[in-house]
């Protein structure tokens, strides 16, 4: 299970930082799993944004957000991060974390399909 957190209304220019927690099985740690952040307005198909490798020494982010936003994550406390700077109105979405099955922490994945476990979303909304 995932759970996301952190998501507000802001003014164009501030901050946001979310954060989603992870539930794991017994034998599948959390480090095991590459995870990503992917957001969707309505009417349109879900986005990528970032995504980061179980060890999270590879990230990748998405041209839209490049240098604005920043994946991380913690393995000790099961934690993923967006850090989110310089927001713009067009960032307005529901942001939703996502984890692979845990196959191969050195996975880097960018599309939806390739995520089994998803969390409930967290409303972003920017204001210009």
């Known amino acids: 299970q995932l759970n996301e957190t952190g998501g507000g209304l802001v003014q164009a220019g501030q901050s946001l930082r979310l954060a989603c927690v992870g539930s794991?099985?017994?034998?599948?740690?959390?480090?095991?799993?590459?995870l990503a952040w992917f957001r969707q307005t309505p009417g349109k198909e879900r986005e990528f944004v970032a995504t980061?490798?179980?060890?999270?020494?590879?990230?990748v982010v998405a041209d839209s957000v490049k240098g604005r936003f920043t994946i991380s994550r913690d393995n000790a406390e099961n934690t993923v991060f967006l850090q989110m700077d310089g927001l713009k109105p067009e960032d307005t979405a529901v942001y939703y974390c996502?984890?692979?099955?845990?196959?191969?922490?050195?996975?880097?994945?960018?599309?939806?399909?390739?995520?089994?476990?998803w969390g409930r979303g967290t409303q972003v909304f920017v204001s210009s």
């Open positions: 794991v099985r017994a034998g599948n740690p959390f480090s095991a799993h590459t």
């Open positions: 980061i490798s179980g060890s999270g020494d590879v990230q």
């Open positions: 996502a984890a692979d099955g845990g196959n191969d922490p050195n996975l880097i994945l960018i599309q939806s399909h390739d995520f089994e476990a």
